[in-house]
């Protein structure tokens, strides 16, 4: 699962001077108050920074925005760990950005990139876990089988008995006479992950299509959405810790 972004207060400013990115804000976050400011490291040397703009949707969907702005403008490979944005009060966002731009020779591009919700295919609601379902290459022989990007009920994503997957099972059957039971699955490099944005899913369904196009699969775009229905077991919840 992709990096989830952890909220940042005034109090880490000092943390953040010293280290290359501060800790980041947290998933679901959209607040009043709230500002951003994203910046990406491209070499020793390089670096990219947005302006200071208002924290006015979900954070993931601005970070995913912001990488993909960067690789597709500047033509620079970044992941989470080099193009990130971090969030807090303005006067902390000011004093954060004004800290990255203090490292010594070192370049900075000045992009004024803002996040608009036309950047995300589609907006994420707060709180939601979103997700799909891939069938791997051990599986099953034959092609990868892929489902839609789908909304998953927050009961279902925290049980313990993965009731997508065991739902995803015997559509694959009835569809396309996929065979192999839930004990096969668990054991493949199948999966049905979970997100905490859409545009997290779409990067991280992206990323596994161009993989599974390198191997030379073939792929089959199911348009399956979970739902449930009488193959879904009950949501086992998870004991206390």
Same mark, same amino acid.
């Given at each position: 699962?992709?990096?989830?972004?952890?909220?940042?207060?005034?109090?880490?400013?000092?943390? /953040?001077?010293?280290?290359?990115?501060?800790?980041?804000?947290?998933?679901?976050?959209?607040?009043?108050?709230?500002?951003?400011?994203?910046?990406?490291?491209?070499?020793?040397?390089?670096?990219?920074?947005?302006?200071?703009?208002?924290?006015? #949707? %979900?954070?993931?969907?601005?970070?995913? #925005?912001?990488?993909?702005?960067?690789?597709?403008?500047?033509?620079?490979?970044?992941?989470?760990?080099?193009?990130?944005?971090?969030?807090?009060?303005?006067? /902390?966002?000011?004093?954060?950005?004004?800290?990255?731009?203090?490292?010594?020779?070192?370049?900075?591009?000045?992009? %004024?990139?803002?996040?608009?919700?036309?950047?995300?295919?589609?907006?994420?609601?707060?709180? /939601?876990?979103?997700?799909?379902?891939?069938?791997?290459?051990?599986?099953? /022989?034959?092609?990868?089988?892929?489902?839609?990007?789908?909304?998953?009920?927050?009961?279902?994503?925290?049980?313990? %008995?993965?009731?997508?997957?065991?739902?995803?099972?015997?559509?694959?059957?009835?569809?396309?006479?996929?065979?192999?039971?839930?004990?096969?699955?668990?054991?493949?490099?199948?999966?049905?992950?979970?997100?905490?944005?859409?545009?997290?899913?779409?990067?991280?369904?992206?990323?596994?299509?161009?993989?599974?196009?390198?191997?030379?699969?073939?792929?089959?775009?199911? %348009?399956?959405?979970?739902?449930?229905?009488?193959?879904?077991?009950?949501?086992?919840?998870?004991?206390?810790?």
């Amino acid at each position: 699962m992709r990096k989830s972004i952890s909220r940042i207060a005034l109090t880490l400013f000092l943390f /953040a001077v010293a280290c290359p990115f501060s800790t980041p804000a947290a998933p679901n976050q959209s607040a009043q108050g709230q500002f951003y400011v994203c910046r990406a490291i491209a070499g020793l040397y390089q670096e990219y920074v947005s302006g200071i703009n208002p924290l006015d #949707a %979900n954070v993931n969907d601005i970070q995913v #925005a912001w990488q993909n702005y960067v690789k597709s403008t500047y033509a620079i490979a970044v992941n989470d760990n080099t193009a990130e944005c971090t969030t807090g009060t303005e006067s /902390a966002i000011e004093q954060i950005r004004a800290a990255f731009k203090q490292r010594q020779n070192t370049k900075f591009v000045e992009t %004024n990139w803002k996040f608009v919700p036309d950047q995300a295919t589609a907006a994420s609601k707060p709180g /939601a876990i979103y997700g799909y379902c891939e069938s791997g290459t051990t599986y099953a /022989a034959g092609p990868v089988y892929l489902s839609e990007i789908f909304e998953v009920p927050l009961e279902d994503a925290m049980a313990m %008995n993965r009731p997508i997957d065991q739902t995803f099972i015997p559509y694959l059957k009835k569809q396309y006479g996929v065979t192999g039971d839930y004990s096969k699955w668990y054991t493949s490099d199948a999966a049905c992950p979970h997100f905490e944005s859409v545009t997290a899913a779409q990067d991280s369904k992206q990323h596994m299509l161009d993989q599974f196009k390198k191997a030379n699969k073939r792929i089959v775009e199911t %348009n399956w959405k979970y739902a449930r229905n009488a193959d879904t077991p009950p949501a086992q919840k998870r004991g206390p810790h």
